[in-house]
């Protein structure tokens, strides 16, 4: 167990449709990642915010938006979602962003969400 | 640009053999961590190294170990004597410093099946 919770744990929708997910990072860790996997792309880097900043952005569609909360839990918001949209949705955290510290961001990950679009 | 390649899609050995399973990086920056992760077939991810651009000291961790060269832009993974629990998909991936964040690229990932 890695710490890092994800909720729902599947989700099943339609065209067309908008759904949340959810990340609650480990105690103390203040760096929150999402991540999309699917059978065509791989693992892809969405989106990174540290302490509720935007802090690293990589192949995250503008249909697709994210923020991190004072309690440091994210959400990833999905809209106009497609049949392509399908994936497993990874959320990790580390305790830094990365900045001056180069002796962490080991980033752990949560068991991820699994989403269907129909 | 980042690139991260694992050539060895998928690799297939009978237990208690000894595999490597290959990563090469593309990188313009001087600071950057490399990583590998396991996923089984439960899909969770799990970490197993992390490797910072300066420290090309070989690390050992029970039946794993790793091989970091910079000259060969490498870091290869090695299980001994492998076991059936070994079966997973292995992820090979680096992190660049970017813009106030890390910005990490996965390889394609090498899955591993061990047979009894």
């Known amino acids: 167990d890695s710490g890092v919770t994800q909720t729902p744990k599947h989700l099943i929708t339609a065209t067309g449709q908008r759904v949340t997910l959810r990340c609650s990072p480990r105690s103390g860790d203040l760096s929150v990642y999402w991540y999309q996997q699917s059978l065509d792309q791989g693992l892809q880097f969405l989106i990174q915010y540290y302490n509720g900043e935007e802090r690293a952005k990589g192949n995250i569609l503008e249909r697709f938006s994210a923020q991190q909360f004072p309690d440091l839990h994210s959400e990833l918001n999905l809209s106009s979602l497609e049949l392509g949209d399908s994936a497993l949705y990874f959320c990790?955290?580390?305790?830094?962003?990365?900045?001056?510290?180069?002796?962490?961001?080991?980033?752990?990950f949560g068991p991820g969400t699994r989403l269907t679009v129909l | 640009a980042q690139k991260v390649t694992q050539a060895q899609t998928e690799i297939s050995v009978v237990e208690k053999e000894d595999v490597t399973l290959d990563c090469v990086y593309e990188?313009?920056?001087?600071?950057?961590?490399l990583f590998w992760y396991k996923q089984p077939p439960s899909g969770e991810l799990v970490f197993l190294i992390r490797r910072n651009s300066f420290d090309e000291q070989n690390e050992i961790s029970g039946r794993y170990s790793w091989n970091f060269q910079k000259s060969t832009s490498s870091f290869n993974f090695t299980i001994t004597a492998s076991q059936v629990v070994d079966s997973a998909v292995y992820f090979c991936a680096l992190s660049e410093f970017s813009t106030g964040g890390f910005k990490t690229i996965f390889g394609a990932g090498t899955r591993l099946f061990v047979k009894a």
């Open positions: 990188t313009r920056d001087t600071t950057y961590y």
């Open positions: 990790a955290s580390s305790s830094t962003s990365g900045g001056a510290s180069y002796l962490s961001n080991t980033q752990y």
